[in-house]
């Protein structure tokens, strides 16, 4: 069998656009425009790549993007008073700081900071208990868009049973909800699971967020299931996922490329989140 490709770019370019239309009925009643702040700390090359894409695909859906740029020996109190100077800025619809922050800085208090009614991130707390208890607000974007492209395959996931491997709290954790809300059996597997292999063969629907070049591989897959790879790993071999796509694409029924994959969905949702946001604020 060779697997169908869920191609995250189409899905992606096709969610953007219909972003872009919802973006210009929101210009046409409200007034004003949607505002995205993107704050990054240092140079860390692939963070200024997304944060460069990010601005790109805010600015062709027809938001503002607002980027703050600091040196790599900012301290917690200053991105914490940027943060709240944001919080407090009408313009402001939402608010993303880049991922990983420079090791001294309080990362946890920095994403506490923001608002959760800007956290287009989807990583604050009260978003993660709003998700966790099936309320409405920001779901983090990765996730969200794993989701999106599963249903492109399983527009129904009812009874399915899903592993993700990865606990994370930025993919595995919002994840593991996210399939639970859509009445699948969930397991979340990690570095201590017992017997990987087996968990993942079990499963209809496999979710790799470990962030381990090629872990999961072609025979832990069950025959005909789907798999959605979210590693984005850097090798010698070029850019690798968290599954050993050669192998697995000879058993899945469907699987997500790297590159091209969940990437791209991650900064659609993103723009999705902050029009959500713009409208909730009008
Ligand atoms: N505040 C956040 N920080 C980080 C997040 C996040 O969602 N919020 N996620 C990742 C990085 N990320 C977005 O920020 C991101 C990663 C990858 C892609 C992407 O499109 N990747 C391409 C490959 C591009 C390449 O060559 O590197 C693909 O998969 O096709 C987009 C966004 C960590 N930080």
Same mark, same amino acid.
């Not at 492109?152 to 009812?158: A, I, K, Q, R, S």
């Not at 969940?262 to 991650?266: A, I, L, Q, R």
């Given at each position: 069998m060779t697997a169908t490709i869920i191609d995250g770019k189409a899905i992606a370019a096709d969610l953007r656009a219909r972003v872009a239309e919802g973006v210009a009925a929101f210009r046409q009643s409200a007034g004003r425009v949607p505002g995205l702040a993107v704050v990054l700390v240092g140079e860390d090359p692939a963070s200024a790549v997304y944060v460069r894409s990010k601005g790109r695909a805010t600015r062709e859906a027809g938001m503002e993007s607002i980027e703050h740029r600091l040196p790599a020996d900012t301290d917690t109190e200053t991105l914490l008073a940027l943060v709240r100077s944001l919080n407090a800025d009408p313009a402001v619809d939402g608010i993303l700081v880049q991922l990983p922050l420079p090791k001294p800085v309080d990362t946890q208090a920095v994403l506490l900071a923001i608002d959760p009614d800007k956290d287009v991130d989807g990583f604050h707390p009260v978003n993660a208990g709003r998700l966790a208890t099936g309320m409405p607000g920001f779901v983090p974007c990765t996730p969200l868009g794993c989701v999106m492209m599963l249903k492109? @395959?399983? /527009?129904?996931?009812?009874g399915m049973d899903a592993v993700v491997v990865g606990r994370s709290n930025i993919v595995g954790k919002p994840m593991a909800q996210l399939l639970i809300a859509e009445?699948?059996?969930?397991t979340v597997a990690h570095s201590r699971t017992r017997d990987l292999p087996a968990k993942v063969r079990a499963a209809d629907v496999v979710i790799a967020a470990v962030?381990?070049?090629?872990?999961v591989k072609g025979d832990w897959i069950r025959p005909g299931a789907t798999v959605i790879d979210v590693g984005i790993n850097r090798t010698e071999a070029g850019l690798v996922g968290d599954v050993d796509y050669a192998a697995a694409s000879q058993v899945a029924g469907a699987i997500t490329p790297v590159p091209g994959g @969940?990437? /791209?969905?991650?900064i659609a949702c993103l723009l999705s989140n902050t029009l959500d946001s713009a409208r909730r604020r009008g």
């Open positions: 492109t @395959v399983h /527009p129904d996931l009812t009445s699948c059996t969930v962030g381990i070049p090629a872990l @969940v990437g /791209p969905m991650t």
